[in-house]
């Protein structure tokens, strides 16, 4: 019998689910994301070569794998397009493969002006892409939706009613320059091929691939604590990052997710604003950011790096139902004579646990018995804690540099 995998990120995202989510892949029928935009990066490092998908699931890699995005992704249609021809141009093929939902509310050119005029007054640390105002107006039920193309009365009724409310803020609130109604539905029809080529009921799919017991892998963008609900609100994304997302964001029910591997990296990192109680300012912080090759796969924006939050971890866990842990970039922490990992806090400051290093290479080590002894008790430390057992250890940014326990 089949199973079906959800992958998510159990931190503030860039836990290296990309990898992941790769690896598992081509056991699978179909890759489907479920949440987020062209704000979340996957890096994906085959044969030497890297790869960056913003919106396309990373099963794309993989010839015979379907790759779905389901109507809880935000989309932007240039953004789609210039990854389908990047892709494309490199010798990936999408025909019959490849299905994005009617359902998916659009980005607009309004929405990210208004996206980047407010973060300049609010700084939430947002990526600027449109996606938090693309998503105000879906809860505010009026957004434009991909199979909204099909029907030119419609688009053009919606289009109207969103660009001239966006260009009121605009103008009105944060004087600036209104956008040109004709100008905006120009550009959106200019995509109609991806709407011709790509726009499908998703859910209708994935309801006959169930019905034939087929495996899928549901793929998550971002992490836990950039929920929208149980993040550290306000400095969240606008989706749901956590497992209940799947079943808004593709329309199947909790009982079709037969297991949830969480992805954390074996230290902490979190890209702009907000809390991060365990960031380290001093040269362990600097350390792992210039060993981990810490700057965001979307932005480019340098991470801010820290210890692992145990506390923060346990409680993803439970959030997720996780199954099973994946613990990734192990190999970032060989040279460090002493690592520490937060067990709880007092009077809202962290409380650590030392552990000694193990100083040497883990670089590739691909069964457990093989780490040095220091990072087996590291490792068997974090996963009693949590009460969730590590499956997966990554020790190194290729495929096969994974070790399966």
Known sequence: MSSNTLILGLQWGDEGKGKIVDALSKEVHAVCRFQGGHNAGHTIKVNGKQTVLHLTPS??????????????????????????????????SFDNRFYVSSGCALILPSHISIDKIRDKKESIGTTGRGIGP???????????????????????????????????????????????????ISEI??????????????????????????SLLFEGAQGTLLDIDHGTYPYVTSSSTTAGGVSTGLGLGPKYIDRIIGISKAYCTRVGEGPFPTELF????????????????????????????????????????????????????????????????????????????????????????????????????????????????????????????
């Open 282 to 405: 001093d040269d362990n912080g600097k350390m792992l950011a210039e060993k981990g090759h810490e700057f965001g796969a979307t932005t480019g924006r340098p991470r801010r790096c820290g210890w692992l939050d145990l506390f923060a971890l346990k409680k993803a866990v439970f959030t997720n139902s996780v199954t099973d842990i994946c613990l990734t970039k192990l190999d970032v922490m060989d040279e460090f004579s002493e690592i520490k990992v937060c067990v709880e806090y007092q009077n809202e400051e962290p409380v650590y646990k030392t552990f000694r290093g193990w100083d040497s290479s883990t670089v590739g080590i691909s069964a457990f018995e093989n780490l040095p002894i220091q990072a087996q008790e590291y490792i068997n430390f974090i996963e009693d804690f949590v009460g969730c057992r590590i499956s997966y250890v990554s020790t190194g940014p290729s495929r096969n540099q994974t070790i399966h326990r």
């Open 134 to 184: 693309s998503y105000e107006d879906k809860i505010a039920r009026r957004a434009v939706r991909f199979g909204d193309i099909g029907n030119q009365d419609i688009l053009r009724q919606k289009v109207e009613l969103l660009v001239s409310y966006h260009n009121r803020l605009l103008v009105e609130l944060y004087n600036e320059k209104p956008h040109d109604i004709e100008d905006v």
């Open 59 to 92: 099963g794309i890699l993989h010839p015979n794998v379907n790759c779905v995005i389901g109507n809880g992704v935000v989309l932007s249609l240039e953004a789609l397009d210039k990854e389908i021809n990047g892709l494309i141009d490199t010798g990936i």
């Open 189 to 214: 029809m200019s995509y109609k091929h991806l709407y011709d080529k790509y726009c499908t009921d998703t859910q209708g799919l994935i309801y006959d691939w169930v019905k034939d017991d087929k």
